[in-house]
């Protein structure tokens, strides 16, 4: 296919850097909580770890496509959290933030007329927005029934 505009491969391979950064980030959240004795929510962090590198697999295959360069070479900062509850809200605003730049994306595929993928972003976004909001929920839970009995809730493996 004929070369995209550069600042939608550029776009793409900060939202490839941003995945890789969350892939790690959520990898490590999951052994910490695991290792704090807490395997459902170490559970919810795997699986988001791994639909976190499908994300990044799409935006790889669609860089090829426009024949660019996929740089997988570059990390962004891995937020860790002290503690499980810091870790939920680490992943909440960087859930948000992934929001904020594909919005901000999907606004530079219409000026330039990339529909295709303006149609793959929009799609990443809605994915986005599911796990913002589950954050977002989970956090708003915590505070109504207090840290202990949330996190009792996920001392159990199946509590998922
Ligand atoms: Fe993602
Ligand atoms: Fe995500």
């Known amino acids: 296919m004929a070369t995209s505009d550069e600042r939608v ?3 793409l391979n900060e939202m ?5 950064t969350l892939i790690n980030q959520y990898w490590l959240n999951y052994r910490m909580l695991d290792n704090w004795g807490l ?3 170490a559970k ?3 699986d988001l770890a791994v639909e ?3 994300d990044a697999d799409h935006y790889v295959e669609r860089i090829l496509f426009l024949d660019g360069h996929p740089n ?3 990390l962004g900062t891995v937020q860790v959290g002290e503690g499980p509850v810091e870790q939920l809200r680490l992943a909440r605003d960087a859930e948000r933030t992934a929001v904020e730049r594909l919005n ?5 595929c219409v000026e330039v007329g ?3 993928t303006r149609e793959l972003l929009a799609e990443a976004v809605r994915e986005e927005e599911e796990h913002y909001d589950y954050f977002a929920t989970q956090l708003e839970v915590l505070e109504r029934v207090g840290e202990q009995n949330y996190l009792a809730r996920y001392a159990m493996p199946e509590s998922t």
């Open 9 to 11: 491969i550029d776009f």
């Open 52 to 54: 976190e590198m499908e």
């Open 104 to 108: 901000a994306g999907i606004a530079l």
């Open 16 to 20: 490839l850097t941003y995945e890789l």
């Open 44 to 46: 919810v962090f795997r």
């Open 114 to 116: 990339d529909n295709g």
């Open 39 to 41: 395997p459902g929510l």
């Open 72 to 74: 997988l070479q570059r």
